[in-house]
């Protein structure tokens, strides 16, 4: 009891702080809201390989910030219902899927809690990139994703490798453990959109999650494995701390010798 007191303590502090970090992020040059609205895809040709046959599909998106990519699956012909924690995050999402004209259904609720406020099921589930870092147990999430899976549904994770967040970008050393041993407490200021911005302060907690951690709650429900994909680059300059190698291909370190900076993994009910 008293471990599920601390964890919403430390969703709490987190929400407050993706309330604040919505706002930077929608004015970023990172997010480019006004070309998303005039109508790019803001999705990355990495997901994209394996989100190609959507058009009618129902799909839950998972931690889906202001909504960009819920959207854009909308605009590709998917029905979609899409869930952040952020109220701020949930608000300005269902206005721009009004200004889009899209049938998006946003629902604001942690991700925990998702089958307490979801109860359709869906052909895909659908969460990527900085969603798993900000859950201290995998398991859970796997709960919630086996539950609104339709029998044949596919989970797809796309997500930062955690070999790439063992490494503090500002010393170059390896400042965090590969496997999930403890939270992570830090005092932030500004975002990966906008380091600098003063807005955005506050403690942020976080956790680390092996690949074995991240994929073995799928397995032992049963599912199985049908992609499992590592790249050397990110779509994303995180922290500007990347440099871009090929138009869109940021890296950690010395090309041509990068570690894995994403994953992708699809799991079938
Ligand atoms: C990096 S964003 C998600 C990535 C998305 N692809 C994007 O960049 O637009 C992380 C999101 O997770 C949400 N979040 C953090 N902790 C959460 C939790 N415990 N439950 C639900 N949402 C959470 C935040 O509010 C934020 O919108």
């Known amino acids: 009891m008293e471990e599920l007191d601390k964890i919403n303590e430390y969703f709490r502090s987190n929400k407050a702080l993706w309330n604040d970090k919505t706002d930077v992020h929608i004015a970023s040059d990172f997010y480019d809201n ?4 005039e109508g790019r895809n803001s999705l990355n040709e990495i997901e994209l390989e394996y989100l190609d046959d959507i058009k009618d599909k129902k799909i839950l998106h998972i931690q889906c910030h202001f909504g960009q990519d819920s959207i854009s699956l909308a605009r590709m012909g998917a029905k979609v219902v899409a869930t952040d924690i952020s109220d701020r ?3 300005e999402a269902r206005r721009f899927n009004k200004i889009c004209g899209t049938d998006v259904t ?9 089958n307490q406020n979801v109860t359709e099921q869906f052909d895909i589930v659908f969460m990527s990139y900085g969603v798993t870092c900000w859950l201290p147990d995998i398991d859970k999430l796997a709960e919630q994703v086996y539950e609104r899976l339709l029998p044949g549904g596919r989970v797809i994770c796309v997500e930062f490798h955690p070999m790439l967040f063992t490494f503090d970008f500002d010393t ?3 400042s965090y453990g590969y496997y999930n041993a403890h939270v992570y407490e830090e005092d932030v200021e500004g975002t990966y959109a906008q380091n600098e911005n003063q ?6 907690y976080f956790w ?3 690949l074995e951690e991240l994929s ?4 032992n429900r049963g599912m199985r494995m049908s992609a499992f994909r590592e790249f050397y680059y990110s779509p994303y300059n995180i922290f500007n701390s990347l440099r871009e190698v090929e138009k ?4 950690y370190g010395d090309f041509p010798y990068p570690i894995p900076h994403i994953y992708l993994f699809e799991f079938v009910k």
């Open 34 to 37: 006004p070309s998303f609205l």
């Open 89 to 91: 995050a949930i608000s």
């Open 106 to 114: 946003f629902i604001e609720t942690d991700t925990y809690r998702i």
């Open 172 to 174: 170059d050393k390896i």
């Open 199 to 204: 807005s955005v302060r506050g403690k942020e």
């Open 208 to 210: 680390q999650h092996s």
């Open 216 to 219: 073995m709650p799928y397995i």
């Open 248 to 251: 869109g291909k940021y890296v």
